[in-house]
């Protein structure tokens, strides 16, 4: 990939589902070489196999998370298939595994293990719980996540049930910090030539999201309560308000937003009130505020309100994902992803979110299942031969 940032940093992840692969997906949009490794006894990644745009061994699902990468069954439970990984890792950079905690251990996917092939390893473990402890043997999936961290408990408003977010942030966010975590590992491996382990749970990671309003509780003791209208905790308004026709959310995270706000709605004397003078007078006085600002806003369009306001006032309308997701907008923001696949068909999606000086991401489909076992290990010295003996000793599976 031409000018690629990540050309030549080569990645072996064992991954699966979605946490994982999220986070080397970005990695190899800018230029990583990603090399899947596939459990043969499951049939490879069960994301394969979830509908809607399911083919055979090929899905919408899959392909969303793994374009551009290349894949390899291997069954790192024999002997031979040890023997095959501890091949390509002498050429890696890292490893990836999004494992349970315990199974990282169990199949040697660890400095401990590596490190003597290649000294400048890193062996990265993305897992629900940690690597370590008394629930590194726990599963973990992104709505459990949600619900113990405390995340669905701050979400909603408040006379309704906890929700989880719409969608899986628990394990983007996972993934998005694992890659974060490998590439500062592998720039410290690259300076010193020693790689380390990196351990990185979903939990922890979802812990750490709580950030200011954690310093709140943890130093203040301020509780965690859900707020109505999506509102922050402290600044109003920062919310959703409701239109005639929809509903639009306003930042007013600064002064002059605020003084800006009420005198484009015609309510210029909300501006010298004291009640609202400032962030902690609007604050303790929520209440009234807001219900005089949701009467204004119900009298109009949330258009009207969005062409009055915006470049002025924060302001944004709620939309759907549809209407998020139009394509004359991606264009324009060069975040439309398209391929053809070879069995899906053309392949529309979202890109790289991250724009760099010189360099464009090449979009591709995601890898067919084993379909890079003889690229990949011609790579890495193996004879024709030789494919064949690792194939009768049980290297890629007894399929």
Known sequence: MAGAPLNGVRIIAVEQFGAGPFGTLHLADLGADVIRIEDPSTGGDVSRYVS???QGTDSLYFDSFNRGKRSILLDLKQQAGQEVLQRLVGSAHAVYANLRGDVVKELGLTYATLGCLNPAIVCVSLSAYGRDGKRSSEPGYDPLVQAEAGWAALTGDPDSPPVKSGLSLADYAGGVMAALA??????DAQRTGRGRDVDVSLYDVALAFHNYRA????TAGVPGERTPDSSHPSIVPFQFFATADGRVAIACAKEKFFQALVHLLALPALASDPRFSS??????????????LADQFRRQPTAHWVSLLRGQVPIAPVRSM????DLKELRERTMLASYRHPALGEVTTVG?????????????PAPSLDGDRTAVLTEAGYRPDEIEGLRGRGAFGHG
């Open 52 to 54: 809607p745009g399911q």
């Open 182 to 187: 490998l590439m500062a590992a592998v720039f």
């Open 215 to 218: 310093t709140w509780y943890l």
């Open 279 to 292: 962030f902690e007078a609007r604050r303790k006085n929520r209440e009234a505020l807001v219900a005089i």
């Open 322 to 325: 549809e209407a998020a997701l």
């Open 352 to 364: 790289l979110p991250i724009k760099m000086g010189e360099f464009a991401p090449t979009y591709g």
